[in-house]
């Protein structure tokens, strides 16, 4: 038999670039090369962003306890919280006594967070890696009547830019008069150029309080409730402004629109009623800024119904499953409710009283000049663990 010969590096990293960020974490092993291009080669992890058919996305959820976890959102996986896809993560810092962990956002596997609501970081949950953004302004006033009101991750192609939006209020310049407008800080951190800026608007804000924006369009978008009318408050990352969006004409048929998300490309809004919430409208704007354009696309039966309370504020819709929230005395107790087959519920319980989740894509996307050599044994053994799973 004639001897075969090795395949060409590059053919063989055309194959690799098409398999999932799990199985090409055990061929790390294999060599040194193998290791170096999977974790470290910025070029390799673009070409398997862009060549794998289908990265796996999974649901990644931060409470108070503390705990953080990571849930499967992929159908060929076992059912929602079966423990043995649930990945138990840390982080490899320390934060405050009581401090939370609090997700702002992902775009292409890299998650943005903030600790402490006055450190923020940049970490890819697949890989381990984590790297401390430099201090903004109101980290930097050490002042804690500030919070992170309303937040939101994008991303620019044309300029290859990720940027975090957090809009601070500052309470202790607010007056007795609960009528009075609060004042808002708004910074927006670039990945590129590493820096922090404040960002000036006209728009007035009434966002519900530590909601994320929606990525559509290069523009994060939130429901502003400003002067007692409900529309869409959006900020345009490349012009760097807010402006407004007009929702849909409802008619006054008993329901609240409760919150923004992404379905099949395009920006949606979920809508129910106050008290038993039986059902949950998703009405979806199939041309980008025309108003008329806004379409109901399914009406989600909900088995079982909860109380209002127990869908609250936290409503999450995924392509293929709308998450709720119910709080109780044992904690947070996380529902899922698959759009195909709405009977189905499937629910996992955390620990806590906050929480806050964010829907990610696992992948080995990093920032070259973040990349921390010396982690690399954790990442090894963070995916060793996870690979199990």
Same mark, same amino acid.
């Given at each position: 038999m004639a001897e075969t010969e090795d395949l060409p590096e590059e053919i063989i990293l055309n194959i690799f670039s098409r398999l999932p960020v799990k199985?090409?974490?055990?061929?790390t092993s294999v060599s040194k090369r193998l290791h170096f291009i999977i974790l470290s080669d910025? #070029? @390799?992890? $673009?070409? $398997?962003?862009?060549?794998?058919?289908?990265?796996?996305r999974r649901l990644l959820v931060s409470t108070d306890a503390p705990q953080l976890e990571s849930l499967p959102l992929d159908a060929d996986t076992p059912s929602f919280g079966d423990p043995y896809s649930v990945r138990k993560l840390t982080l490899p810092f320390l934060h405050q006594p009581g401090g939370y962990v609090q997700l702002l956002g992902s775009c292409n596997g890299l998650v943005f967070l903030s600790v402490d609501k006055k450190f923020y970081y940049?970490?890819?949950?697949?890989?381990?890696?984590?790297?401390?953004?430099?201090?903004?302004?109101?980290?930097l006033s050490n002042r804690e009547s500030e919070s992170n009101v309303f937040y939101g991750v994008g991303y620019l192609?044309?300029?290859?830019d990720y940027t975090v939006l957090v809009a601070s209020y500052d309470f202790t310049e607010l007056q007795l008069d609960i009528t009075e407008d609060m004042s808002s800080i708004v910074e927006m951190f670039?990945? %590129?150029? !590493?820096? /922090?800026? %404040?960002? =000036?608007?006209?728009v007035g804000f009434n966002v519900e309080p530590y909601c994320q924006g929606t990525l559509v369009n290069d523009a994060l978008h939130?429901?502003?409730?400003?002067?007692?009318?409900?529309?869409?408050?959006? &900020?345009?990352?490349?012009?760097?402004? @807010? %402006?407004?969006?007009?929702?849909?004409? &409802?008619?006054?048929?008993? #329901?609240?629109?409760?919150?923004?998300?992404?379905?099949?490309?395009c920006l949606f809004v979920?809508?129910?009623?106050?008290?038993?919430?039986?059902?949950?409208?998703?009405? +979806?704007?199939?041309?980008?800024?025309?108003?008329?354009?806004?379409?109901?696309? &399914?009406?989600?039966? +909900?088995?079982?119904?909860?109380v209002w309370r127990a869908f609250g504020r936290k409503l999450l819709?995924?392509?293929?499953?709308? @998450?709720?929230?119910? /709080?109780?005395? =044992?904690?947070?107790?996380?529902?899922?409710?698959?759009?195909?087959?709405?009977?189905?519920?499937?629910?996992?319980?955390?620990?806590?009283?906050?929480?806050?989740?964010? =829907?990610?894509?696992?992948?080995?996307?990093?920032?070259?000049?973040?990349?921390?050599?010396?982690?690399? =044994?954790?990442?090894?053994?963070? !995916?060793?663990?996870?690979?199990?799973?």
């Open positions: 199985s090409l974490i055990r061929f910025p #070029k @390799f992890a $673009q070409s $398997q962003l862009k060549a794998a058919p289908r990265l796996s940049v970490w890819n949950p697949s890989l381990g890696f984590v790297k401390k953004l430099p201090e903004s302004y109101v980290s192609s044309a300029t290859d670039s990945l %590129r150029t !590493h820096t /922090w800026e %404040r960002i =000036e608007s006209s939130w429901l502003n409730f400003y002067d007692d009318e409900q529309e869409i408050v959006c &900020f345009d990352l490349a012009a760097k402004e @807010f %402006r407004g969006m007009w929702l849909p004409d &409802f008619n006054n048929d008993g #329901k609240s629109i409760r919150s923004l998300g992404v379905c099949e490309g979920s809508r129910y009623a106050e008290g038993v919430c039986d059902s949950v409208d998703l009405w +979806v704007m199939r041309e980008y800024g025309v108003s008329d354009s806004w379409t109901m696309l &399914f009406c989600l039966k +909900v088995p079982d119904p909860p819709v995924v392509e293929s499953s709308t @998450f709720a929230v119910n /709080w109780s005395v =044992e904690g947070c107790q996380l529902i899922r409710i698959d759009h195909k087959e709405n009977r189905k519920v499937d629910q996992y319980m955390l620990k806590g009283i906050l929480m806050c989740m964010v =829907e990610y894509e696992e992948s080995l996307l990093w920032i070259s000049c973040y990349h921390p050599v010396e982690h690399t =044994e954790q990442v090894l053994e963070t !995916h060793h663990k996870a690979s199990q799973s």
